[in-house]
C-alpha cells in the first residue's frame, strides 16, 4: 500500500500552476487511491515564514487554503487533511534531519541558489549575499524531507520545481537509513510523481514559471479570478508573432505555455489541442482558452466562496486532521528515537 503526502504554502489563493501542477493531481490520487492506500495533504505554515509574513495575513491565508483544498475535492473523510504547524513532530524530525544533512547538498538546491542571486543582485559586496537571508530559506528543503518522511510517506505528487527537494529527502532517507541501521531501513524512499501538466509558465514572462510571488498579478490566474478577470489576463498574455500555432516549449513558450492551459483544463492531450489550432490565429487561441480557463474554475470557485465563511466546520476539519496525523507520526517519532538512543521509559 501507498502513503502519498503532498503539501501547499498558505501564501495567498493558489494559481493554474499550483491548480494543473500539483492540486488537481492530489484530487484524481485521491479519487484514484485503492482503499488500504493512505493520503496526507497538509498546509504548511512553517514554510511559509521564511519569507516576512503579517501575521493576520498569515491567519487568513491559512484558513482560505484550507478552504480551497476542500473546495476542489479534497474529502477529509478520505484524506488527512492538515495544518503542517499543528504537528510538532515535523519540526522534531527536521531537527533530526538537519544533523545528518550535508551543508554542501543544501548549498546546491536552485531554490536556495535563486535566493542566492537575488540577494546578490540586491546587494553590493559578496560576503553580504548570505547574512542578507534567513537560515530558514537554507533549512527550508530539510522541513520538508520531514514533512514527508514523518509519517513514511512513499509517493509525493509535486510540480517540477519541487523534483530537486524530494531527491534531497531520498538522499536525507537513504543517509539516515545507512546510518542508524536497526534490523531493517526504517525510512522508504518516497517517489516524485509528476502530473502531465508539470510546469504552468508566467504569463507575461514564458521563460519563468507562474508564481505566487511575482509582482505583476497579471502574470498569473488566481483560483478566483472572476470570467472578466480571466479573460482580460488570457487576451494580455505574451505570446509570439508567427503565424498558426504551433506547440513548442522552447522556440515559443508563450503560445506552448496557452495550450498546456488548453489541454489540462480541458483533460485532453497537448499534442492533439495543438493539432486543431494549427490553422488559428492566437486570437481565437487566447479566446478559447479563456472559456475553457473559466469552465474549469467555475465550480471550486462557487464551492470556495460557501466554505470559507463557514468557519466552524473549517476548525473541526483542521482540528480532526492535526489529531489523525499525529497518530501516524508518533509511531514514526518512537521509531527513529529509539534508532538514536533519544528513547525514554517516562
Ligand atoms: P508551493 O506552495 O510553492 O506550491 C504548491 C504546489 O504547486 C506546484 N507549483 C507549480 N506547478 C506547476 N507550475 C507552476 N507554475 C507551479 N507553481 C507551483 C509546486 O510544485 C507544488 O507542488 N515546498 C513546497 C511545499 C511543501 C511540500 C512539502 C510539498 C512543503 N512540504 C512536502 C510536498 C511534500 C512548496 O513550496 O510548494
Known amino acids: 500500500s501507498r502513503v502519498i503526502l503532498s503539501g501547499i504554502q498558505p501564501t495567498g489563493i493558489p494559481h493554474l500552476g499550483n491548480y494543473l501542477g500539483a492540486l488537481s493531481n492530489w484530487v484524481k490520487l485521491q479519487k484514484s487511491a485503492q482503499p488500504e492506500d493512505k493520503l496526507l495533504f497538509s498546509i504548511v505554515g512553517w514554510h511559509a515564514l521564511t519569507l516576512p509574513q503579517d501575521p ?9 487554503m484550507l478552504a480551497v483544498l476542500l473546495a476542489i475535492g479534497i474529502d477529509p473523510n478520505r484524506s488527512i487533511l492538515f495544518h503542517q504547524d499543528h504537528n510538532p513532530h515535523h519540526t522534531e524530525l527536521s531537527w533530526i534531519l538537519s544533523c545528518i544533512a550535508p551543508m554542501g547538498k543544501l548549498r546546491r538546491m536552485t531554490t536556495w541558489k535563486s535566493r542566492l542571486a537575488a540577494a546578490r543582485n540586491s ?8 547574512s542578507m537571508l ?20 512513499t509517493h509525493v505528487p509535486v510540480g517540477d520545481d ?3 527537494h524530494i531527491e534531497l529527502t531520498r538522499d ?17 524512499l518516497p517517489t516524485y510523481v509528476n502530473t502531465p501538466s508539470k510546469r504552468i509558465l508566467s ?19 488566481l483560483l478566483t479570478d472572476t470570467a472578466s478577470q480571466i479573460q482580460s489576463k488570457i487576451r494580455a498574455a505574451v505570446t509570439d508573432s508567427i503565424q498558426g ?11 506552448s505555455n496557452l495550450l498546456t492551459i488548453l489541454a489540462a483544463c480541458t483533460d485532453s492531450d497537448v499534442i492533439q489541442v495543438a493539432k486543431a489550432y494549427e490553422s488559428q490565429g492566437h486570437g481565437t487561441l487566447k479566446r478559447d482558452v479563456a472559456e475553457a480557463v473559466e469552465e474549469f474554475l467555475k465550480k471550486p470557485r462557487a464551492q470556495f466562496d460557501r466554505i470559507r465563511l463557514e468557519t466552524t466546520y473549517l476548525d473541526e476539519v483542521a482540528r480532526r486532521g492535526a489529531t489523525r496525523a499525529i497518530e501516524h507520526s508518533k509511531v514514526t517519532m518512537m521509531e527513529v528515537k529509539t534508532r538514536l538512543g533519544l528513547a525514554s521509559r517516562v
Open 123 to 130: 546587494g553590493s559586496e559578496d560576503e553580504v549575499d548570505e
Open 172 to 188: 536525507l532517507a537513504d543517509i539516515f537509513n545507512r546510518t542508524y541501521k536497526g534490523t531493517s531501513p526504517l525510512f522508504p
Open 134 to 153: 534567513n537560515a530558514g530559506l537554507f533549512m527550508y528543503p530539510v522541513l520538508q524531507a520531514a514533512d514527508v518522511l514523518v509519517y513514511k510517506a
Open 245 to 255: 500555432i504551433t506547440y513548442d516549449p522552447e522556440g515559443r513558450p508563450g503560445t
Open 56 to 64: 493576520a495575513a498569515l491567519l487568513a491565508a491559512r484558513n482560505d
Open 162 to 164: 519541487q523534483q530537486q
Open 203 to 221: 504569463l507575461k514572462d514564458p521563460t519563468s514559471k507562474m508564481s505566487k510571488s511575482s509582482p505583476d498579478v497579471q502574470s498569473r490566474i
